[in-house]
């Protein structure tokens, strides 16, 4: 449908298709905004924090005053005097330790569970907002990339607004601290510095304006990609089923690689960023000696003490430049800072957007009950972006406690009354009253509580039966979830299921069959007791018996205080109501009860004639069944006595199964991954790979070079510091040794260059590589993989979309962070051997002691991180599960209890926030590792100012220690920066583990996969001779039951044989079709065609001579011929044409007759437009049948659906309830034209209907995994 106007915040956090374009810079959240949900002991935190930080700033500027107090004037004077203050002074090291470990570590606790807090308050309410959002919005967003969109912005706030704010506060703090001491000591000097801060400021600006770009463009380059993903891994089975594989791969690809070249050539501009800002250590080192050398060497008076410049305070500027270097150095919390804000913008402002149909309108009257009728006045709708009436002109009046039966052809507008009747949508003219009031003027969300709502494809959740039908009524006590499936005649199988009430349905349900999905669906109705009903096509995908069953006990729901609207193509289920209507093209054709309607021998009567004439057929069929060739017990009797006799083979089939659940359930995320096995990871999947050592050795050159510093340094500020040294000593030693110092940073520039441009380009191919191994991984997996609990759509985008980005964000800068630590700790040492040997050994006693500190903090960072896995997999499969069918969710209208169960942390309906022990570990442990190694490098200068003064003392020259203490002080800084912007271990460990944890799972065909690759070629053999099944015993792989779907199952399919296979839902019909399409193998039997075990054929000869359509087709987000085309991409216009022909779509193809659809303001992609073949077909091929074909109705859907499976002229035909959403005058015509297909093929027809199979040759009833009867229908 034509998109809504909304804010572009609106539809960038949404996944829209259109991105924000990289050179504009995209709105950032306020600090208030984003903080206003703290709590007050939050908030408390914050401040704490802030102050902790702050302070915690101050550190390394006092240490460089200390170290200046230490050697000021050390080039004469006594020993003994010298030797004496050197050794008071060290000793404040230790006062600015233990307050830099307290100061660290508080801000570190604060600030990890200010950001554990926000993260759990913005997701949950951003969550809420979404699902509180109207249909309008929904349609106005590819919902297939809101999951993606979702999980990037929640990383990015958790990564950005929790401690990075703490260490950005850290770094201004040391900024104003070197500040303050420089303009203590001299202002005149501070003055002159101030130009450091205009280039500082200006440099700073364009880095992060560089990286901001970067980031934004890799971005979008995942946008389209993402939505793919998601739209892939929801309709799996059908990409299988009809070979696209590499179709998809190829697209896939194509999404990623749409920004490569662009994003690969900012790669030099990011280098280039980090290069400049290299120089700051070096070039404005130099900048404040030459300013300093200057002061010294003429004398400048120092107005506040009084007296000349001297050597001392000139050494006093490196706290300035300590703090400065910290601040421009805090540039990647800066940065995720800054990505966290705008990631809250769209966030917060969709918190605070109002629908236009809102559930909770202050401005509506309360409902309790509905006391009087409905009516639907003068009612004129269209949907969105259309311009045909899917309604026109109609006036409905429903009496309270009647049955109103809606009837009429495939997409004359049934389904757009109950959409009306739910308020999913207003009427574009006229009004629906509730009890004489309008609807609009109603509270929505009371209202739809009193509705119970089944539709035509009924969508349940990846949770339990009990959690499915409590998202309906959330006090439903045990006793009410047992009568509601009695009611609905789902009891009888339930109570067989591994786990009763507690069994989980699948992803959208996919562990039961179609009939018990919609039979828990129509429980979850009726356990709300609703007073109104709603069913549209509620029965379609029952079988016979139980269809009557449930229309009994539907039809048992009497009394005053119910009202039902009952949609259906099945006369049968409409025949009994009170008032019937027959619609037509958007407007009522005809009105009354069975009888007024049958007398007026019109469109009902014609409709009736034809269910008549289906119902002799489905007599004939049934007249014998009382008469069964094999008889069976109900109730799962059969089975205990199958159990009792079986063989002693099949008996060794409980453990072959037990093995192979092993193998579905294995959890990659709990894979032992070290350090070491991460940094391999690393390596093998990173492109190009000789770039590593490349990165490795250059950013060891960039440490080297800051350590090989204090020599040149050295020299000059002794010879400033000395009391016997001239003006003319400091001029000659600055005009040395400074020019050294400024080719040092360009040396440094250059190295840092190399470094990140290289980094850049190894990060980006490991982005990529990373994300198209996981989609082409995911995509080759067997089906079995997919009924992993944990590998649900909305886990397996998240890992595509999040932790590919977390191992991108950290995975090749831990090699930086571990060399450059290296280089800096080592080579002090060697310089520190070079000038003191008791200097060397000192360092030898720290370095352990560093990097036993840098362990720990990740070792906890991954210990953490692992705890937090757990409820994030959850939540992202609930998200995922819950966005993707957000129809269901507003008829609900219950989303805070759908929230609370995921977010709720004592299992209580109420959402706050409560720090748990995983929580408070992940704070205080590696909170305690930082504000140690901090403060351990701090207290070493302590020890460092001792044997410095011992030295002094026995006669070693001054200039040699001051040199090992700067070698110290640089090794310091280097490491220091380090830690305050530490790569995510822990986060990237668990993407590693998530990632490359795949690969345990053998792809399709390998020889490690359950579902092996054969040899012969299925085409080569000619195709023919009979289908077999020979002994097959089969469960699902996942099922921890020893219950067989089927047990020793013999079936004979001859070449060109029709045949039907009835039985009740769950009986095993649908499983046949899957062990022919190879999505599963049997635990033990074989199944042949032309007397070849098929597993011989390679897997996708055997697919492609099968034509599959499924009980609940699934379609695509694209085009109508794009999805007819689906199995043959290359079909020529004529065989395009066929098959919409033969599957009776042409017609409404033609007319453009869809909802929501105008295809004359579709907007088609390139790729489409770009298609010559639409030049050649009516407009009606280019409309979008939208997410999962939600743009069509039922019937055109399937329509679509066969017209896909017919269009490659399969050898085999598999129609799984092929018909069941058509009415009975399309499903006539359908059905013919299948019929005439099914004589020119092998055709396999899974069927309610007995009337569907009149012209099989044979139909199979199953029960229980067993033929029970096997007949000719001429029999």
């Known amino acids: 449908m034509e998109d809504t106007k909304q804010n572009d915040e ?41 102050v902790s930080a702050f302070f915690g700033g101050f550190n390394f500027p006092l240490c460089t005053y200390i170290v200046q107090r230490i050697f000021d004037r050390m080039g004469g004077g006594d020993l003994d005097y010298v030797h004496g203050k050197m050794v008071d002074n ?6 600015i330790a233990v307050m830099s470990f307290f100061a660290n570590f508080t801000h570190y606790v604060c600030f990890t569970m200010v950001g554990q807090k926000l993260g759990f308050e913005l997701k949950w309410r951003y969550l809420r907002a979404i699902l509180r959002q109207d249909t309008n919005w929904f349609e106005s967003q590819n919902i297939e990339g809101i999951p993606s969109t979702f999980h990037k912005n929640m990383k990015e706030i958790e990564t950005g607004l929790g401690r990075c704010v703490g260490f950005i506060i850290y770094a201004i703090g040391s900024y104003l601290c070197g500040i303050g001491i420089t303009f203590a000591i001299g202002w005149i000097y501070l003055f002159c510095l101030f130009g450091v801060v205009a280039y ?16 934004n463009l890799i971005d979008s380059t995942f946008v389209q990609g993402g939505i793919q993903a998601e739209e892939t891994f929801n309709s799996i089975k059908v990409i299988k089923a009809f070979r696209q594989e590499k179709n998809c791969s190829d697209q896939f690809l194509s999404h990623l690689e749409s920004n ?6 900012k790669s030099w501009s990011y ?24 002061f010294v060497s003429e004398d400048v008076h120092n107005s506040f003490p009084d007296e000349p410049y001297t050597g001392g305070d000139i050494f006093s500027c490196i706290s300035f430049l300590c703090g400065n270097y910290f601040f421009c150095n805090s540039l990647r919390n800066m940065f995720f800072f800054g990505k966290g804000r705008e990631a809250a913008y769209p966030i917060l402002q969709l918190i605070d957007k109002v629908p236009e149909i809102s559930l909770d309108d202050d401005t509506t009257s309360d409902i309790n009950e509905l006391s009087g009728d409905i009516q639907l006045n003068n009612i004129v709708f269209k949907y969105p972006g259309t311009t045909k009436n899917a309604l026109d002109r109609i006036s409905i009046h429903i009496k309270k406690g009647q049955t109103l039966g809606i009837i009429g052809p495939t997409g004359s507008g049934k389904s757009t009354i109950a959409k009306l009747l739910e308020r999913f949508y207003d009427p574009t003219e006229g009004e629906v009253l509730i009890d004489g009031q309008n609807l609009k003027s109603i509270n929505l969300r009371k209202y739809r509580h009193l509705i119970g709502y089944v539709g035509q494809e009924p969508c349940l959740f990846n949770e339990t039966i009990r959690e499915n039908l409590q998202n309906s009524y959330p006090g439903a006590t045990e006793e009410d979830i047992i009568n509601a499936l009695k009611k609905a005649h789902a009891w009888n199988f339930v109570k067989h299921l ?31 007791n609703p007073q109104l009903l709603i069913f549209d096509e509620a029965t379609s995908a029952l079988d016979f018996e139980s269809e009557r069953k449930v229309q009994e006990a539907i039809d048992s729901i009497e009394g005053d205080s119910i009202t039902k609207v009952v949609i259906a193509h099945r006369l049968t289920t409409v025949k009994d109501a009170e008032n019937i209507i027959v619609l037509e093209d958007g407007k009522i054709a005809e009105q009354g009860d069975h009888e007024d309607l049958m007398r007026i021998n019109g469109i009902y009567a014609e409709m009736i004639g034809i269910q008549l004439e289906a119902n002799r057929t489905e007599e004939a069929l049934n007249l014998n069944e009382k008469h069964k060739d094999i008889v069976s017990s109900s109730d799962g009797n059969d089975n205990e006595q199958f159990e009792r006799t079986e063989s002693d083979e099949v008996a060794l089939l409980s453990s072959h199964m037990r093995s192979r659940r092993q193998y579905v359930d294995q959890d990659e995320s709990q894979t032992s991954e070290g350090l070491f096995s991460f940094l391999g990871h690393v390596y093998v999947y990173a492109a190009p790979k000789w770039y590593i050592p490349l990165i490795c050795i250059s950013a060891t050159l960039v440490a080297v070079t800051l350590i090989v510093m204090p020599y040149p340094l050295g020299k000059f500020l002794f010879t400033a510091l000395g009391t016997t040294s001239t003006g003319a000593d400091v001029k000659q030693d600055m005009a040395i040794y400074l020019p050294i110092i400024f080719g040092m940073g360009i040396l440094a520039a250059i190295f840092q260059f190399c470094t990140r441009s290289l980094l850049h380009i190894v990060n980006t191919n490991l982005l990529q590589g990373a994300r198209k191994f996981v989609y082409n991984h995911v995509l080759r997996q067997p089906i079995e993989f997919f009924d992993h609990k944990n590998h649900n759509t909305g886990n397996l985008t998240a890992i595509l979309s999040s932790s590919t980005r977390e191992l991108n964000g950290a995975a090749v800068e831990l090699y930086l962070f571990i060399f450059q630590s290296m280089a800096s ?3 002090g040492m060697i310089f520190a051997f070079i000038f003191e040997w008791n200097m060397g050994i000192l360092f030898l006693f720290i370095i352990p002691v560093s990097w036993i500190s840098m362990g720990a903090t990740f070792a906890l960072q991954s210990s953490s991180q692992s705890s937090y896995e757990e409820t994030i997999s959850k939540q992202e499969k609930m998200i995922s599960d819950y966005i993707m069918n957000y129809h269901t969710v507003l008829s609900l209208a219950n989303e805070d209890t759908i929230i609370s169960r995921y977010f709720s942390r004592d299992n209580s309906q109420e959402i706050e926030y409560k720090a748990n022990k995983a929580d408070l570990f992940e704070a205080l442990g590696p909170g305690f590792v930082y504000g140690f190694g901090t403060s351990f490098f701090i207290l070493s200068f302590t020890f460092v100012g001792l044997v410095s003064a011992h030295n002094v003392k026995h006669g070693h020259e001054g200039e040699d220690q001051l040199r090992c203490t700067l070698c110290f002080w640089y090794a310091f800084l280097t490491v220091s920066y380090l830690m305050s912007n530490p790569p995510d271990f822990g986060k990237s460990l668990q993407a590693v583990k998530k990632i490359f944890g795949l690969n345990r799972y053998a792809e399709e065909g390998e020889p490690d996969c359950p579902i092996k ?24 792989p996942s099922a921890r039951t020893d219950k067989w779907v089927l047990q020793d199952f013999n079936l004979k399919i001859n070449e060109g044989e029709s045949i039907g296979l009835v039985g009740e839902s769950g009986c095993g019909k649908s499983t046949i079709a899957a062990l022919l399409f190879r999505f599963y193998e049997p635990q033990s039997g074989h199944i042949t065609i032309g007397g070849r075990k098929l597993d011989e054929f390679t897997l996708s000869s055997v697919r492609a001579h099968f034509g599959y359509v499924q009980q609940e087709p699934i379609l695509f987000n694209t085009t109508i011929m794009e999805n007819i085309c689906f199995g043959k991409p290359h079909a020529t216009c004529d065989e395009i044409k066929l098959a919409a022909k033969v599957a009776n779509c042409e017609e409404f193809i033609r007319k453009k007759d869809f909802e929501g659809q105008d295809t004359s303001e579709n907007d088609l992609t390139d790729e489409f437009t770009n298609d010559t073949r639409y030049s050649e077909l009516d407009d009606g091929y280019r409309a979008v049948c939208g997410s999962k074909g939600d743009r069509l109705s039922g019937g055109q859907k399937q329509r679509i659906a066969i017209a896909r499976a017919v269009i490659d002229d399969p050898k085999f035909l598999i129609l799984d309830e092929a018909t069941s959403a058509l009415d009975e005058s399309a499903q006539k015509v359908v059905q013919e034209s299948l019929d005439e297909i099914m004589t020119q093929r092998t055709s396999i027809v899974i069927a309610h209907r007995r009337s569907t199979l009149s012209k099989c040759k044979r139909i199979v009833t199953i029960e229980n995994g067993i033929i029970v009867r096997d007949v000719y229908t001429n029999q």
């Open 10 to 50: 609106l539809t960038n956090i949404s996944g829209d298709k259109e991105a924000p374009k990289n050179d504009e810079p995209l709105p950032k959240a306020s600090i208030s905004e984003i903080y206003k949900y703290l709590s007050g002991p939050y908030k408390m935190l914050f401040f704490i924090g802030s």
């Open 90 to 95: 060290s000793w404040f090291f230790t006062a």
């Open 200 to 215: 500082s400021t200006v440099l700073f600006n364009y880095v992060e304006a560089t990286l901001h770009s970067v980031q």
């Open 260 to 265: 490569n070249s662009e994003v690969l050539g």
């Open 271 to 294: 280098g280039a960023a980090f290069a400049l800002l290299e120089t700051i250590a070096y070039h404005f080192t130099c900048y404040a000696f030459v300013i300093g050398g200057f």
């Open 498 to 528: 591994e786990d009763g009430i507690d069994h989980n349905v699948g992803a959208v349900g996919s562990k039961l069959s179609g009939g018990q999905k919609q039979r828990i669906a129509i429980a979850r109705a009726l356990v709300r």
């Open 825 to 827: 700790m080592v080579g």
């Open 1013 to 1036: 690759n054969g040899d012969a070629d299925l085409g080569s053999e000619g195709v023919s001779g009979a289908i077999e099944f020979h002994h097959v015993y089969f469960r699902y």
